[in-house]
């Protein structure tokens, strides 16, 4: 993926503001069976209802007294549509200078697509809990978070203190299917991370938001906005939220498509005096995590999953689609990829090994796989007449990894997951 590097040229800020509008209502708790909503009615291309959910048993997390939250989650689609953000209810104060006066500018100089707009709120007070929270997916990156700081403290006050409290399952257009399938995705997800948290004592929360139906947008182009805003949600309790890196800060860039790879940016300035965001890990290399994770104990290494397949904490990776295998490659390019066997179908994996390096070294242009397929070299494993040998060969044993996807598909579908 090409992308616009970080740099902002002089002159006008983008496209002037325009009669286009966003609104959002003053927000609203809905009790429902065993969950709470918190609801803005949203005027963007019609009324339409945006809410977060929580448990029932988690209702003080939420900061219902502003819209903090919501404004974040629609911010991107105000800048691609040029529509200024009304608020019906406050916004704190330091976000909304931020917004205003650093962010936004800073986004339409940089990416042609965005226009200039503005969010006009009344200023409130900060709000903040003092606990430390993570998001956990069970990856690489919020595994090393999680091991990281789980029952370890920095030196310093109490906002230094980043041992965490608690992990969160959060569901804001992560999962690609639509409806029931996507509500049975979440609650498993849930439901797995919440059991993980037992076993480790941490609390766990569950953070729902229905912004994906509304605007159906590409994950990679939202997701730190998303992920930052549902943190945000919860800040009655929350005071620090660690982000879990997706890529080195060497690599930041403002890119439209991709808001990973400016999640340091966000991380900044979507914050408040009582709400602080810390991204986890962006000095390390994916693969630098991977050997990282192999020190720790079989209990850490265990919860290691990747898989997109199967994409829910606490399952069994697959072993042969693109995450598995360029993981696995690092792991062996490490000479750790036996301490892995409980997470992992290393049989599948030698199996198909020559093909797999085959296929790999073709996709290398992936960041995260040109670093595994890196290691392998260093150690010997591979080399470029091995790989083309490889390539010529690879095309028998395709169908058998195909088969063996297909069969993991249906067993998934089995569980009623997709």
Same mark, same amino acid.
């Given at each position: ?16 503001? %325009? ?10 708790? @809905? ?98 809990? /003092?606990?430390?929270? %993570? ?23 109490? /906002? ?56 159906? =947008? ?53 914050? %408040? ?14 693969? =630098? ?33 693109? /995450? ?17 066997? =409980? ?33 392998? /070299? ?6 470029? @007449? ?20 297909? =069969? ?11």
């Amino acid at each position: 993926m090409e992308r616009k590097r970080a740099f902002v040229t002089g002159g006008e800020r983008g496209i002037g503001m %325009t009669d286009k509008q966003i609104r959002l209502g003053r927000p609203v708790l @809905e009790a429902r069976k065993d969950s709470v909503r918190l609801t803005s009615d949203l005027q963007m291309d019609g009324l339409k209802k945006l809410y977060f959910e929580v448990a029932s048993d988690k209702k003080d997390y939420l900061a219902s007294d502003r819209l903090d939250a919501f404004v974040i989650m629609v911010l991107r689609q105000a800048l691609l549509t040029g529509s200024d953000i009304y608020c019906d209810a406050p916004v704190t104060s330091d976000l909304l200078y931020m917004l205003n006066e650093s962010l936004i500018p800073t986004l339409v100089r940089t990416i042609d697509r965005f226009h200039d707009v503005k969010v006009h709120a009344e200023p409130c007070a900060p709000c903040g809990g /003092k606990e430390v929270i %993570t998001g956990y997916s069970g990856g690489v990156d919020s595994l090393y978070t999680l091991s990281r700081h789980h029952g370890k403290s920095t030196e310093g006050d109490e /906002k230094a203190n980043l041992k965490l409290d608690g992990v969160a399952c959060f569901d804001a257009g992560v999962y690609e299917e639509t409806g029931e399938a996507r509500t049975r995705m979440y609650e498993t997800a849930l439901s797995q991370t919440q059991k993980i948290a037992s076993d480790l004592g941490l609390d766990c929360i569950g953070v729902r938001c229905n912004i994906q139906d509304i605007v159906d =947008e590409h994950y990679l182009s939202v997701g730190s906005y998303r992920l930052i805003a549902c943190a945000m949600v919860i800040s009655k309790r929350v005071g620090t939220f660690l982000l879990s890196g997706a890529y080195e800060f060497s690599t930041f860039s403002i890119d439209v498509d991709n808001s990973f790879y400016y999640e340091l940016l966000l991380a900044d300035i979507l914050t %408040t005096k009582t709400f602080r965001v810390y991204i986890t890990g962006g000095v390390q290399k994916r693969i =630098e995590k991977i050997a990282y994770l192999a020190k720790q104990g079989p209990e850490i290494r265990r919860l290691l999953h990747v898989c997109v397949h199967d994409p829910l904490p606490g399952s069994r990776n697959c072993g042969v689609c693109s /995450k598995c295998i360029r993981t696995e490659l690092a792991m062996e390019g490490l000479g750790v990829l036996d301490l892995f066997s =409980e997470a992992f179908p290393l049989d599948v994996y030698r199996q198909h090994h020559d093909e797999i390096v085959a296929k790999a070294n073709m996709a290398s242009r992936n960041q995260h796989m040109a670093e595994a397929i890196g290691a392998m /070299k260093e150690r010997g494993f591979v080399n470029s @007449e091995s790989i083309e040998r490889k390539i010529r060969g690879g095309k028998a044993a395709s169908a058998v990894i195909n088969a063996h996807k297909e =069969e993991l598909l249906k067993k998934i579908k089995e569980k009623g997951l997709i």
